[in-house]
């Protein structure tokens, strides 16, 4: 048995499994699929402190070799359950089932997509959420990058120096990332804009080959290569529906003391409603959410 079961290994929740440990509780870190989470795409970080810069690789690198310093228990499984009583029980995927005195849910988010016919079938053959990972495929191609904010601007910053020519594609009518990524990309000559434009359709067969866009009412098609959605992220807090309240975005219900509707579990980061969803922040919730535990668990 576990004094406590961290759910996710992003920012948040590596956070809450150090701080936990520093504590001398036994922790179990469970992750289902990479350590960092979706920091892991990030190709840099600026506004860390302490550091000048590094990409997301790096940070998730650092923090976990850090959790597993302290003794951390890590196991690679998907927990779909959580079961209340004095004594927790954690459901995984796999049928595993871990006892603990407290639960802190650190999932974090997945991906926002649009939502439109054929995006499931161009997923890794034309559309990629990442230009990290599948920024070198484009190399001297035309892409575009759907979004407006510091993800997109970052992948298009990314992908500007690898692709022929990049179109942002932005539903409203200015780019809301920070002023210092939309000025490093005004110097850039093969990054173009389309403002107060949506993505209506996806264009090819097996493969994409364009897009047509409604902007106000004009149709236009755009003919890429690849497309970069990077149009945020959702969480998924579905199976933790019993032990805490969910709101109609699917954010667990949560103030900044981590709290759920249920004694002795626990929520961090960006799985939980907050107003800036940052590393800082989530680091942040991370340690909150260990230290309130480790007092729910002295008070048993």
């Not at 860390?48 to 976990?64: C, W």
């Not at 709101?247 to 667990?252: K, N």
């Not at 989530?282 to 959410?289: E, L």
Request: hydrophobic residues 40%.
């Amino acid at each position: 048995m576990y004094d406590i079961v961290v759910i996710g290994a992003g920012p948040a929740g590596m956070t809450a499994a150090l701080y936990a440990a520093r504590a001398d509780r036994e922790v179990l870190l469970l992750e289902k699929e990479s350590f960092g989470g979706q920091v892991v795409f990030s190709p840099k970080i600026e506004n860390y402190p302490g550091y000048m810069q590094m990409s997301g690789n790096e940070f998730a690198d650092k923090l976990i070799e850090q959790v597993l310093a302290q003794g951390v228990t890590v196991e690679l499984d998907e927990a779909v359950e959580i079961r209340d009583g004095k004594v927790k029980t954690v459901v995984c995927a796999s049928g595993t089932e871990y006892e603990c005195g407290a639960v802190i849910i650190a999932t974090g988010s997945r991906h926002r997509m649009l939502g439109l016919e054929d995006e499931e079938k161009f997923v890794g053959n034309g559309i990629s959420f990442c230009a990290v990972c599948d920024g070198a495929f484009y190399a001297d191609q035309t892409v575009a990058v759907i979004g407006g904010g510091n993800s997109a601007l970052q992948e298009a910053v990314l992908l500007s120096d690898i692709c022929k020519k990049v179109t942002i594609v932005q539903n409203l009518d200015f780019l809301t990332g920070e002023g210092k990524l939309v000025s490093l990309l005004a110097k850039r000559e093969n990054v173009d804009y389309i403002y107060g434009a949506t993505v209506e359709k996806f264009l090819g067969s097996d493969e994409l080959t364009g897009l047509i866009l409604d902007q106000k009412g004009t149709k236009i098609r755009l003919d890429v290569d690849g497309v970069f959605v990077a149009i945020g992220q959702v969480p998924v807090n579905d199976a933790f529906a019993p032990v805490a309240d969910i709101d109609t975005r699917g954010y667990i219900l949560s103030g900044e003391d981590c709290l759920t509707k249920t004694p002795g579990v626990f929520v961090a980061g960006d799985c939980r409603t907050k107003n800036i969803r940052q590393i800082t922040t989530a680091c942040g919730d991370g340690a909150t959410a260990a230290m309130t535990a480790c007092r729910y668990l002295n008070d048993q």
